[in-house]
Structure formats: structure tokens, C-alpha cells
């Protein structure tokens, strides 16, 4: 026990502030909700073209003749 007055009343513990710990980890936390709700918006803004894949064909390609060198 401590020999040190205490102002709280008999029976009701004291109490401590928060740890740097507790800090950190509340911190994280809400760090962490930041960049989800970033990401959601960002999906947000480019949703419409997620899902549409057809947009995306090639327009051309290219085709390289095959050498008897290739097939050594």
C-alpha cells in the first residue's frame, strides 16, 4: 500500500493516466479509419470504370515474324 495521501474516497481506486502505449494504439486507430474512408472515396470516384472491362481492348498489337534464329 502507499504511505502517500490520497484524495479519492476509501474503497474507489485511483486513477492513472492514459500510457504512451494506449496513445499510440488510439492513435493507430484512428489513423486507420482515415485512410479506410480515403479508400472508400477513392473507390467511390472511380467505380463507374472498376467493372467495365471493355473499354480497356487494345486498340492495336503487335506481331513479331518468327527467324529460324527463334527457333534454336
Do not use: C, H
Not at 479508400?39 to 527467324?67: I, Q
Amino acid at each position: 500500500m502507499s504511505t502517500l495521501p490520497s484524495n479519492n474516497p476509501p474503497g474507489r481506486p485511483t486513477k492513472r493516466p492514459p500510457s504512451v502505449y494506449t496513445v499510440m494504439l488510439l492513435l493507430a486507430m484512428l489513423f486507420m479509419l482515415i485512410a479506410v474512408i480515403a479508400m472508400y472515396v477513392e473507390l467511390g470516384r472511380w467505380s463507374p470504370d472498376y467493372y467495365k472491362t471493355n473499354t480497356a481492348t487494345p486498340v492495336t498489337s503487335m506481331v513479331l515474324p518468327v527467324t529460324s534464329y527463334d527457333l534454336m
